[in-house]
């Protein structure tokens, strides 16, 4: 059975809504010196860099990145509270007294940005911690707000938002399409 | 009785004394002062440089020594605390030698044993005979320490030699140029220390030619107020380094001291690929014609073999000095027994807890959090800056965070810190009265009130709390798909008292019971409890697959839900966790919100929103107040009076 995709942001879309989204975030920090953005690997990476780029040439602030592997510390991997998470920090930023921003492609049940929260408890004691996404789909399994989004999209269980980026597929989209009838991931 | 588990125990005399021991090491060899004399092994982590010199060093004195193969194997593997270790190889030996892979773990034991303990590398801390080995070998190759330049290259923030180093070398006067790899710089309580004990100060960059060499990020010029100059940059990566270099080639390099990466003690993995090196480039340039090439080893890659055979790399030499300087620090421990206390610390205002709940070191690796019981929470009091800032420095660890919140024992009164409480505190320090929390509801758990207050206004009254938990338990039953599965979380000791409630409705809606349990989020110890069904046969509370219901009373940074929720995936992973809370007062630091609210309501940073509950200290009735916390600038006269209720 073919793969029926609907294509909710074109290129142009994505573009304008990482700009507006990288307003939001300086909007949102009372001194943006004290900004630090850290991306979830690995679409929440290119993500972080690119509305790190959109705040240096909007407000002349290099703001550091840091990339998170989040994957030590989900709690759908049984090992992972057997071992001590090792691995989860490829680019450690100093987060104490920052204001952080953990970026994602998509936010969904929220164990993503919990297992995002644990890492980055690890480095320090940021002054305030937001979460900003591209997508949020919504459906979330734990107390967790995406602060700045991108995207609502009402998307059911059984479907999957995909979304690509110039860096990693060479196409900034995102995309909706049925699950075949498979158990969430 | 003289330990070494700081480099800050030796006065820069005794350091002397000791390398002046060290130059005569072969009549310590001919002399054998330690005759008789047992020295205990105890190594909780790998080694082969330390230990072997340490052995080596004691036997060429005339000691011998015993020691255990493997720590991990031995009866720390069976739960032996580090306080029992110590004190039973106390009787076993005249001095211990300890390495263990937690911060301040070896002061612990100095605490618990009866003879001297050498810190031979405690977790990130410190590694103090490194250090004097690594002085020695400059001082040996340059004939001072006074005014070198040493650059520090690599990892500084996990390299425990690092840190001993760098305030030894602040002590005798050097110059230090540090080379951070990304994300590796000096963590900050190195740096405060280097300001406020030896008058190092740091100043952001401001020169436009340094932010454009340094990249995406900050870069910090640590320089001491007299008498020498002193360069810090930090996250400095591979690209840059090259024009860094040429920036500050004015500057005359004595030594470049490199460290490897320290994979085994990062958080985060490999950094991004642009850990500083050292390779045959840097033999052929003039400027570096005698400049030294340290490394504590194992070296991994960060050194060229080229270096080997060249005069600059003297890391065999600087390894082999080991054996003299362990003979000489040895010896010098020695002599000073038994009832000699070090006079190279500091005195400072020394605190413990004078309650149950107290504030905690906020380093994860620390001894105090890995084994309480050998090492109670203990800390350093004293103000930093021109504001006043109070700071706690864990004894152990020597990890600093700011007081928020300090309290009255006597009155049983809370406030939040302010530079205008300096005497007060000063005073309640003295008289065993000072209580200082982490947060306002860890005052409120031990039965604080605050200090003075403004009005109370009435949020919500004894009826609208009554509506509210059956709306809320109403909309929990909507949500839940399988009451089998469902779980009440009250946080202790409000959000309990709430989730008992609510159960109470849910089971009446339902005509069945539900599972009901408390976290306890500033405890040690037993975080998560049972309460209902209160059978003590079914074991402990299993929060896999469960839906669970988490209860608090009011929502404000929500640090306390990151924390429950940390707390719950570190016991098991539920299906869901969905937030009630009574009262949501926003001012979100953390990205927490609540499925289910009785009232939200706007409130300012001052306020203070609680919620009293019937049954719940003495209360009468149920309301929810909000009122302004005191303003301790304004009432530290009525503070600093004896207002003793």
């Known amino acids: 059975m073919a793969e029926e995709r609907t294509v909710l942001l074109g290129p142009d879309e994505v573009g304008r809504t990482i700009k507006r989204m990288a307003h939001e975030v300086l909007e949102r920090s009372a001194s943006p010196n004290d900004l630090v953005l850290i991306g979830i690997r690995s679409r929440g990476v290119h993500l972080a860099r690119r509305l790190a780029r959109r705040i240096r040439e909007s407000a002349d602030i290099d703001v550091p990145v840091g990339v998170v592997d989040v994957t030590p510390y989900r709690d759908d991997r049984t090992e992972a509270r057997q071992a001590a998470p090792v691995g989860a920090f490829e680019t450690p930023v100093a987060v104490d007294e920052k204001m952080i921003v953990l970026i994602d492609d998509v936010i969904f049940r929220g164990r993503t940005i919990r297992a995002a929260l644990e890492a980055v408890e690890g480095l320090g004691r940021p002054k305030r911690i937001l979460v900003a996404a591209l997508i949020d789909r919504g459906a979330r399994e734990l107390p967790i707000r995406a602060d700045i989004i991108g995207r609502n999209i009402d998307a059911g269980d059984d479907q999957r938002v995909n979304v690509s980026l110039q860096e990693a597929d060479g196409l900034d989209q995102v995309t909706v399409a049925d699950w075949p009838s498979r158990h969430r991931s | 009785m003289r330990s070494l588990t700081t480099i800050a125990d030796l006065t820069n005399d005794e350091i002397e004394e000791i390398f002046s021991l060290a130059d005569a090491a072969a009549k310590l060899r001919a002399d054998r002062p330690a005759q008789g004399s047992i020295m205990a092994t105890l190594f909780y982590e790998p080694s082969t440089r330390t230990r072997l010199s340490f052995e080596s060093a004691m036997q060429r004195l005339g000691g011998t020594v015993i020691s255990c193969s493997d720590m991990r194997a031995s009866s720390a593997a069976k739960g032996e605390s580090l306080a029992d270790t110590a004190r039973v190889v106390s009787a076993y030996a005249d001095v211990l030698v300890v390495r263990h892979n937690w911060d301040g773990a070896v002061q612990a034991m100095a605490q618990h044993a009866d003879v001297p303990v050498i810190n031979a590398g405690d977790g990130g801390h410190e590694h103090p005979t490194q250090t004097l080995c690594d002085l020695y070998t400059l001082r040996q190759e340059k004939g001072h320490l006074k005014g070198l330049t040493v650059v520090l290259c690599g990892d500084l923030k996990n390299g425990r030699t690092i840190h001993s180093l760098v305030f030894a070398l602040a002590r005798f006067g050097a110059n230090v140029v540090t080379l951070a790899a990304n994300g590796m710089e000096l963590p900050q309580y190195v740096i405060d220390r280097l300001e406020r004990d030896y008058d190092y100060a740091l100043a952001p960059v401001a020169a436009g030619d340094l932010s454009a060499v340094v990249s995406e990020t900050d870069a910090l010029y640590l320089t001491p107020k007299q008498p020498h100059q002193l360069a810090l940059f930090t996250q400095v990566d591979q690209v840059i380094q090259a024009r860094l270099n040429t920036m500050t080639a004015g500057l005359r390099y004595d030594a470049f001291y490199m460290t490897r990466k320290q994979k085994e003690r990062m958080k985060g993995g490999a950094a991004n690929g642009s850990y500083p090196t050292i390779g045959p480039d840097f033999l052929r340039e003039q400027r570096f014609q005698d400049t030294l090439v340290m490394h504590p080893l194992p070296r991994v890659d960060e050194l060229s ?12 030499k600087q390894a082999a000095y080991g054996v003299p300087v362990r003979m000489a620090l040895l010896k010098f421990l020695f002599d000073r027994r038994p009832g000699e206390a070090a006079v190279g610390q500091q005195a400072l205002r020394s605190y413990q807890s004078p309650e149950a709940l107290g504030p905690q070191c906020r380093n994860a690796n620390c001894v105090t959090a890995k084994e309480p019981i050998s090492a109670p929470q203990k800390f350093a009091l004293f103000t930093v800056g021109e504001i006043g800032t109070l700071i706690l420095a864990c004894s152990y660890c020597d990890h600093r965070f700011k007081v928020e919140y300090i309290g009255h024992v006597p009155s049983k009164r809370y406030c939040a810190y302010d530079h205008a409480l300096g005497a007060t505190v000063g005073a309640w320090l003295q008289s065993g009265d000072l209580a200082i929390f982490d947060s306002i509801k860890e005052a409120e758990e031990l039965g604080y009130e605050p200090f003075s207050a403004g009005p109370q206004r009435e949020l919500m009254d004894e009826n609208e709390i009554r509506s509210a938990i059956t709306e809320i338990s109403r909309q929990i039953l909507r949500d839940c798909r399988d009451p089998d599965r469902l779980l009440l979380l009250g946080v202790r000791s409000v959000g309990t008292q709430l989730a008992q409630r609510m ?54 940074t929500g640090r306390t839900v990151k924390s429950a929720l940390s707390i719950i995936f570190r016991s098991g992973r539920p299906q869901s966790v969905r937030l009630a809370v009574l009262v949501d007062r926003g001012h979100r630091e953390v990205p927490v919100k609540p499925n289910y609210i009785g009232k939200s309501i706007p409130s300012s940073a001052k306020d203070r929103v609680r919620v009293k509950l019937r049954g719940l200290d003495r209360e009468e009735r149920d309301q929810a107040i909000i009122y302004t916390i005191v303003n301790p600038a304004r009432d530290a006269q009525s503070l600093s009076g004896k207002e003793k209720t």
């Open chain 2, 305 to 316: 073999p080229e270096l080997d055979k060249d005069r600059r790399g003297i890391y065999f």
């Open chain 2, 503 to 556: 159960a109470a409705e849910i089971e009446a809606m339902l005509q069945r019971k539900v599972e009901l349990g408390e976290i306890e989020i500033y405890g040690s110890g037993d975080e998560l409890k049972r309460l209902m069904p209160s059978d003590p046969d079914l074991g402990p509370l299993i929060l896999k697959d469960r839906e669970i219901i988490l209860i608090d009373d009011v929502i404000h």
